[in-house]
C-alpha cells in the first residue's frame, strides 16, 4: 500500500489544503493527515491541537482512505513510524520553495528512505494560506469560499467566546 502524510499545522485548514489531500489521494492508496504541534507557533495558534485535529477530521470525513492524526515531534519521524513513503507539500510561490527546499533537506537527513513530494497550488488558491485566512476573518471580512463550513463557524464561535 502507497501511504504518504500530509504534515502542517492547520489552524485552520483551508480549501487549499483540502485540494492537495484530494489530489495526493489519487496518487497514493492512502494519506494521513498529520497535524502538527509546531514549537516555534504554540503561542499563535487560533485553534489548539486537539480542536485542529477535530476539524480536520470533520472537514475530510467524506474523502475515502484518508486518516488524521497528531504529533508534537519531528514530523518525518512520526511518518515514518506511519509507514509512510512520502511527505506530500503543497506549494505557493517562490518563497514556500525556499522554505520547504530547507525543509527537505533536513527531512533528507533524517529519513533518506522518505520522500518528498510537492503539489502546486491552482492559480485561484495561490494566495490562500493559514495565516492570510485568519488575518482576513479577523479584520471582519468574509472567508467562506477559503474554508469549509465547519472551519468557518468554529470560528466564529471562537470569537462569539472571547467576546
Do not use: W
Request: with cysteine.
Amino acid at each position: 500500500m502507497k501511504i504518504a502524510c500530509y504534515p502542517g499545522s492547520f489552524d485552520p485548514i483551508t480549501i487549499g489544503h483540502i485540494d492537495v489531500i484530494k489530489r495526493a489521494r489519487k496518487i497514493f492508496d492512502k494519506v494521513i493527515v498529520l497535524v502538527a504541534e509546531n514549537s516555534a507557533k504554540r503561542n499563535t495558534y487560533f485553534f489548539d491541537l486537539n480542536e485542529r485535529v477535530n476539524l480536520v477530521k470533520e472537514a475530510l470525513k467524506d474523502i475515502d482512505n484518508v486518516e488524521v492524526t497528531s504529533t508534537e515531534g519531528l514530523v518525518v519521524i512520526k511518518a515514518r513510524e506511519l509507514h509512510a513513503q512520502a511527505l506530500i507539500r503543497g506549494l505557493r510561490a517562490v518563497t514556500d520553495y525556499e522554505a520547504e527546499y530547507q525543509m527537505h533537506e533536513v527531512n533528507e537527513y533524517l529519513a533518506p528512505d522518505i520522500d518528498m513530494v510537492y503539489f502546486m497550488a491552482h492559480r485561484e488558491q495561490a494566495f490562500v494560506s493559514s495565516t492570510n485566512i485568519k488575518e482576513i476573518f479577523l479584520q471582519g471580512q468574509r472567508i467562506d469560499s477559503l474554508v469549509p463550513p465547519v472551519v468557518l463557524k468554529a470560528m466564529q464561535e471562537k470569537i462569539e467566546k472571547r467576546k
